[in-house]
């Protein structure tokens, strides 16, 4: 149930990561994040003409109503674009939500680099840090994320609660499914996140399942014994398989506990023969 458990785990962190990049990174590279309208009210049939309706992204804004429809214009962050806009307050949307546009990059530079740091993990399970490190940019790039949007939308709130009230105008605005894009990235790279945390936790609990206790270390007995360069530490046992029980290690352990190095026979008269340590081994002196 363990082994199901973290299989799961992998396989869904990595979904989950996967699909938060390529939503966040289509969301960037396209320009719906935004759609806007306005134009003036028909007091005979009170009916609307509209006068200007564009949809902008963070790098481009499109115009499909009005004097500049079927144009698409760079959003200039150092010079002003030559377009014209109806009124200033649409035009001081656009500047204000380039403030968030920096945000969105870092969110798809740390989900970029959390995801290769994951499948790495995954493909080497024993380097237990890189499930934990993958998670903590997993979950460093939703905060970016989210961070931007929340100046997104606060930035046009902030234009659209200053703009005018006239009864012979309407203005209308509604966010894109690029926008929508980048907010389902934000819950799928915290689910990530998440689970490749989580996963960290189980691998590390597994690995503290098979390490013996301080206790069970010995030190060297002699420089010349056979044995003695034998430590009861884990990296030095062999790696162990997969459905062992407590009981089998156990045993294992015990078995290296009461093993003894061979010892010298006595000669006639029963004192031992003086010997001398040549190259790690035992040699009896002539």
Known sequence: ???????????????????????????????????????????????????????SGLWRVCF??????????????????????????????????????????????FVFTAFVISNIGHIRPQRTILAFVSGIFFILSGLSLVVGLVLYISSINDEVMNRPREPEQFFHYHYGWSFAFAASSFLLKEGAGVMSVYLFMKRYAEEELYRPHPALYRPRMSDCSDYSGQYLHPDSWAPPQRGRSASDVSSDISIQLNQTPPQQPLPKGGNPIPAKCVGGRVVAKK
């Open 1 to 55: 149930m363990s082994s199901f458990s973290t299989r799961a785990l992998t396989l869904l962190s990595s979904v989950f990561g996967a699909c938060g990049l390529l939503l966040v990174g289509v969301a960037v590279s396209t320009d719906y994040w935004l759609l806007m309208e306005e134009g003036i009210v028909l007091q005979q049939n009170q009916t609307t003409e509209v006068k200007m309706a564009l949809h």
């Open 64 to 109: 499909v109503a009005g004097p500049e429809k079927g144009r698409c214009v760079a959003s200039e962050y150092f010079t002003e674009p030559e377009i014209e806009i109806t009124t200033e307050n649409t035009a001081n949307i656009l500047k204000m939500v380039r403030t968030a546009t920096p945000f969105p990059m870092v969110s798809l530079l």
